[in-house]
């Protein structure tokens, strides 16, 4: 009996920690892969790997053998059974069909209580919101800001030309060409940046994940320390660091793995600058939820919530500006401006569909994330009620 547990504990912890990597590698380097993909993988990766080891290992010692920095201190340490390892069975199977789901819920519901899953989900759903707010309200002030100080400036150059006030002020906002500044920041197409022209964005970029994978493992960690004796024991620290070490080879090796597919097809997350600022947004989050408490909770709701808001704003700005230049363009003939009605309601319809074509996505992977979350519930009920009746 004593074998056939600490062969479970080794199949569980190793299925939990190759699972969970695979599956949550787009929330953490998704935007990092995506926007460096001109560098060789083994230069990627090496960041990373620096980054994993040292956030595991510090954790190993900085707590005396827990590597879960307290996310598992509502859990109690159960012996693990093979019925235990269909949780991060059931993670590689989603991931394998490509379904970004919460490998939290997946794997620590099943030890989880009642009382403790519900603030679980209390929680998950809170750092959506949080994310999506902060996201939108970011997003808004990046895209919008620039529009609103052109339009404020064009507004005061005509009270102050009216009134012949302040001519010297006016003279020389001329001469800094301010307002054909902001139109043009506010309402040309930006261009894609790419890494390699880009160093001081690639050393912040680096940065930025080092943060986010930081504030990601000190959540993640527990889905995967949950099946090991606390404190864990050095040879088990060691099985799972080669894990996750091989595991992150092959991500980037992979190009992103399986759930590349939810990061890509958002909005230039391959833009250096774009990247950067997910990162950071979505580790401030991260590290903010850390502070409530030490419950466990689903890093990619958050994540998805984060680039949720952010893609509802993107198509509201393309809309506006497209609406925009539409208002500001100069009529050459009275044959276009007779056509003006006709590209008012051309000009509207593009701009719903923008909004729309986001909506479809934003709700296509907050689908399968639901899907997940169902999926997780019902797989943690089945095991508890399978080891219940095996063990009785």
């Known amino acids: 009996m004593v074998l056939i547990n600490i062969l479970a504990t080794g199949i569980s912890a190793t299925l939990s920690a190759w699972s969970c990597m695979r599956n949550d590698a787009a929330q953490t380097l998704g935007t990092y892969i ?62 394998k069909f490509g379904m970004p789901i919460s490998t939290s819920f997946m794997t620590l519901s099943v030890f989880a ?15 959506y919101v949080y994310a999506f707010t902060a996201g939108f309200i970011l997003w808004l002030v990046a895209l919008f800001g620039p529009a609103v100080l052109w339009w404020s400036i064009v507004q005061a150059r005509r009270f102050l030309a009216r009134g012949g006030m302040f001519g010297g002020l006016l003279q020389w906002l001329e001469a800094i060409d ?39 493992l000190r959540h993640d960690l527990a889905n995967i320390f949950v099946f090991l004796p606390r404190p864990v024991p050095i040879f088990g620290l060691v099985g799972i660091l080669s894990v996750l070490n091989f595991g992150m080879v092959r991500i980037f090796r992979d190009g992103g793995g399986e759930i590349s597919w939810s990061v890509d097809g958002h909005t230039q997350v391959d833009d250096i600058r774009s990247a950067t600022a997910i990162d950071f947004t979505y580790a401030s989050v991260l590290w903010y939820l850390q502070r409530v408490n030490d419950l466990p909770m689903s890093t990619t709701w958050a994540f998805f919530g984060l680039l949720a808001g952010r893609e509802m704003v993107i198509a509201l700005y393309r809309s506006f500006v497209r609406s925009m230049k539409r208002r500001y363009k100069p009529l050459k003939n009275a044959v276009e401006a007779d056509n003006t009605c006709a590209a008012e309601d051309k000009e509207k319809k593009h701009g719903r569909g923008y909004v729309k074509m986001a909506r479809v996505f934003v709700l296509t992977v907050l689908g399968y994330m639901s899907l997940g979350l169902v999926i997780s519930l019902c797989m943690a009920d089945a095991i508890k009620s399978a080891i219940l009746a095996f063990s009785g």
């Open 113 to 127: 209580t009642d009382s403790v899953l519900l603030g679980m989900l209390w929680k998950s759903w809170n750092g």
């Open 34 to 95: 995506a926007s460096n993909k001109r560098l060789h993988w083994l230069l990627q990766v090496v960041l990373p790997l620096l980054v994993l080891n040292s956030t595991v290992l510090y954790g190993y010692f900085a707590h005396d053998g827990r590597c879960d920095y307290g996310r598992l201190n509502s859990f109690p340490v159960v012996p693990v059974t093979l019925w235990h390892s269909l949780a991060p069975l059931t993670v590689y199977m989603c991931t």
């Open 178 to 216: 301010a307002e054909g500044r902001l139109e043009r920041l506010a309402f040309k197409k930006r261009k894609r940046l790419k890494a390699k022209n880009a160093p001081w964005w690639r050393l912040l970029q680096g940065l930025s994940t080092s943060y986010l994978l930081w504030a990601w």
